[in-house]
């Protein structure tokens, strides 16, 4: 299968991840990050689901995570 672009969040949180390859960021980083505004707890979610899609456009077992 072909990977597909994501859309511009995805890549966003991508290249996010690329920037600060090695580090551990909160999802309060990802979220004032790629959204540029101060975070909530209300954020939480957003963050997850858009993780979680670009986790499965890019893993082949998106299901098994690093803490196991």
């Known amino acids: 299968s072909s990977l597909s672009i994501p859309p511009y ?4 949180i ?3 991840f690329l ?3 090695g ?8 979220y004032e990050a790629i959204w540029t505004e101060p975070y909530s707890y ?9 993780i979680s899609k670009l ?5 082949a077992d998106c299901k098994q995570t690093s803490r196991g």
Do not use: F, G, P
């Open 55 to 59: 986790r499965h456009k890019i893993e």
């Open 14 to 16: 991508l290249h996010l």
């Open 42 to 50: 209300a954020a939480n979610n957003i963050v997850m689901v858009h």
């Open 9 to 12: 969040t995805e890549y966003e």
């Open 19 to 21: 920037k600060h390859r």
């Open 23 to 30: 580090q551990v960021l909160s999802i309060q980083d990802i």
